[in-house]
């Protein structure tokens, strides 16, 4: 089952707070090292969206987040999933098509759902999950339930009609969504430059009268900051508000990728821009954390990580058997 | 079944009867679509809803059908049970998407833990001279995508209890209303109370040993009144509307063709790839194909877009006169 050890509040708030930014930042990075890994060593069918270089939006946002809260999530999904509070066995396992897995093998990396930690669904479809998440945010409305909905997407979901009409939706009906945009430079290959005519995509908000902020997407400290301010308008009653997280990816769009459409240069300046040893010389500047305190964190990822494998390697492989049963839901159940 | 009360109601008053149920018996439905409220919808289906539930229950949304359906499904997963309204089944694609990427596939492809309790109700079909565009019946693609149920009643009293179990049902349900059986009297009274009809059992209209028919929408009502008249020339026919083209319930068609020997199948959508076709394929492939002593006859839609002027229009989709000399013609001709 999850374990669910989600602690909400400011990174730098308290020592707890802090380890634990740094925790999930670390469980996302192993994490997708270690189905690169696993895709290597051909253990993993089909492909992979990795998001190595991005870990501080997915953390950062979710750090302001309740358990209730919803989010909804892309085809590079992973981080949500982890930032969530999802069971690392449980997706790993789904990679590897065992029963234990979340979908039980039907639906792999970029489909991970998890109903108790409030995770509405990755999404193979860019955009696919930006209308659903407006629709979580309505029925809060509707139910007066609280909740805020948080829909993760690309850049180049900005360019989809999704984007736009679920925009629009939540701005009339002033919904409690955020609409946070993960801005790593590409859409596969195409660049910012060539897919915008503006430079800040956040001011699409604008047309919508949504407020837009932009942000260093590598920093948690800034994104739980812009993330914060967007939940609280949200459950105010103040309506959506648009965060886009400068970010970058390092590794290719998926497996295919052969990386011609940047350079070497460019990859090993955003490796500079690192977002955990960012983070790791805040919180030694601040004194919050010593050196051995974050060194055990990192061993603390990395312990999960490797039992989350073992556990996944062993499992059930799921069977056909019960496909056709598992198209509905049961009327009635 | 008999009703005392022998309330003849049009389709539109029967789905608005039914919406109004379920919205009664429970706070989570909501209806939502372009032009609900005020307007009462494009086809006066929820005429005077919105006064009844008010603006958070009957929500008007702007022209945005991909993001109406999205916020549905979204809704949908996170406890709701929205109805939208589609103003007509063609801007569907504008939607298609969310219908068939996301709330068709979320239960199975995300192992079950969500589902998607989403009707999706449109109308559809020729006859309005609104040309290709506002005139299609497009039953057949979202028969095609596992995951959707797919309702497509031909008169009041099944709209009402098909619609009810529509709502209750934990799937998402495509729900295909013919626009010109709107503002129609049915031929059956509609009982007054919550009677609910369930999805996935074909309808026998009638009984008759010399041909079985099968029909979908709207040609369930031209076929009736076709055999009606062949009737008074010796000419028998059973009518089968299976009323829910998925899950499709072929018993009943297998027992008909079984006794008759021919078949005669009639959509008004287009006939290449049409779901008529899958009654045709699952005849052929069972032992009722061995009972068969006459050629299936099918009759459906040209394959062409609508036309506008109302002679093509007419000529575009099979008529009364189409299905009166087809089944005629298979019964005489194979004795």
Request: hydrophobic fraction near 40%; aromatic fraction near 6%; include cysteine.
């Amino acid at each position: 089952m999850t374990t669910i050890q989600l602690l909400k509040g400011h990174p730098l708030s308290s020592k707890e707070h802090a380890s634990h930014a740094l925790l999930y930042m670390w469980k996302i990075r192993k994490f997708e090292e270690a189905v690169e890994d696993l895709f290597g060593r051909g253990m993993m069918h089909g492909t992979m969206h990795l998001s190595i270089g991005q870990e501080a939006s997915p953390t950062g946002m979710c750090l302001a987040l309740d358990l209730a809260d919803q989010i909804t999530s892309t085809h590079r999904g992973h981080g949500h999933c982890i930032a969530k509070g999802a069971d690392l066995t449980r997706m790993i396992a789904e990679l590897l098509g065992k029963k234990i897995g979340y979908c039980g093998g039907r639906g792999g990396s970029m489909h991970i759902a998890d109903v108790e930690t409030g995770n509405l669904g990755a999404n193979g479809v860019v955009g696919g999950g930006i209308p659903i998440a407006v629709g979580a945010g309505l029925a809060s409305k509707l139910q007066k339930k609280g909740t805020v909905a948080v829909s993760f997407f690309g850049d180049g979901a900005m360019n989809e009609g999704a984007f736009h009409e679920a925009a629009n939706l939540a701005a009339i009906w002033k919904l409690p969504v955020i609409f946070f945009c993960e801005n790593n430079h590409y859409g596969m290959s195409s660049s910012t430059e060539k897919a915008f005519a503006i430079e800040k995509l956040a001011d699409r908000g604008l047309g919508y009268g949504i407020p837009g902020v932009t942000v260093d997407g590598n920093n948690v400290v800034e994104v739980y900051e812009a993330a914060e301010a967007a939940v609280a308008r949200a459950r105010n009653g103040e309506g959506p508000t648009i965060i886009e997280a400068i970010t970058y990816r390092w590794k290719g769009h998926s497996r295919s990728d052969k990386n011609l459409y940047r350079t070497k240069e460019e990859i090993e300046e955003w490796k500079h821009k690192d977002p955990l040893p960012r983070f790791i010389s805040i919180v030694l500047e601040k004194g919050l954390l010593s050196q051995d305190e974050i060194d055990a964190v990192q061993q603390q990822a990395h312990d999960q990580i490797v039992h989350a494998v073992n556990e996944a390697v062993k499992a059930e492989s799921a069977e056909p058997s019960g496909l056709l049963d598992a198209v509905f839901k049961k009327v009635g159940a | 079944m008999a009703d005392t009360t022998n309330r003849m109601l049009t389709m539109a008053e029967a789905v608005r009867e039914a919406m109004t149920i379920a919205m009664n018996e429970r706070e989570d439905v909501f209806l939502m679509g372009e032009d609900v409220g005020i307007y009462g919808g494009a086809f006066g289906v929820s005429s005077e809803m919105q006064n009844k539930f008010g603006a958070d229950r009957i929500i008007d949304t702007p022209i945005s059908e991909l993001g109406i359906v999205g916020a549905a499904v979204g809704a949908a997963l996170a406890g709701m049970r929205p109805i939208v309204e589609i103003q007509f089944s063609d801007f569907t694609a504008q939607a298609m998407d969310q219908i068939a990427n996301q709330a068709a596939k979320i239960h199975f492809m995300l192992g079950g833990a969500l589902h998607v309790p989403l009707v999706l109700r449109t109308p559809q079909g020729s006859g309005t001279g609104a040309a290709a565009q506002h005139s299609q019946v497009l039953e057949t693609w979202f028969a095609n995508i596992p995951g959707l149920k797919v309702v497509v009643p031909s008169n009041p009293a099944d709209a009402k209890g098909l619609l009810l179990s529509a709502i209750d049902d934990p799937n998402p349900v495509i729900f295909l209303e013919h626009k010109l059986l709107y503002k129609i009297p049915g031929r059956d009274a509609v009982p007054e109370g919550v009677e609910r009809i369930p999805l996935g059992v074909s309808k026998v209209l009638r009984h008759g040993s010399d041909l079985t028919i099968v029909a979908t929408g709207i040609m369930v009502n031209k076929s009736y009144e076709v055999a009606e008249k062949l009737s008074a020339e010796g000419i028998n026919i059973t009518l089968i509307d299976p009323r829910t083209i998925s899950p499709l319930d072929m018993d009943p068609i297998h027992e008909s063709v079984q006794q008759t020997g021919r078949l005669l199948v009639v959509q008004e959508g287009p006939s290449h790839g049409g779901f008529i076709n899958e009654v045709i394929a699952r005849v052929s492939e069972s032992a009722s194909f061995g009972s068969l002593i006459a050629p299936i006859k099918r009759l459906a839609g040209m394959n062409i877009p609508i036309p506008y002027a109302p002679q093509l229009e007419r000529a575009a989709v099979p008529q009364i006169e189409d299905i009166e000399v087809a089944a005629r013609e298979i019964v005489k001709n194979w004795r």
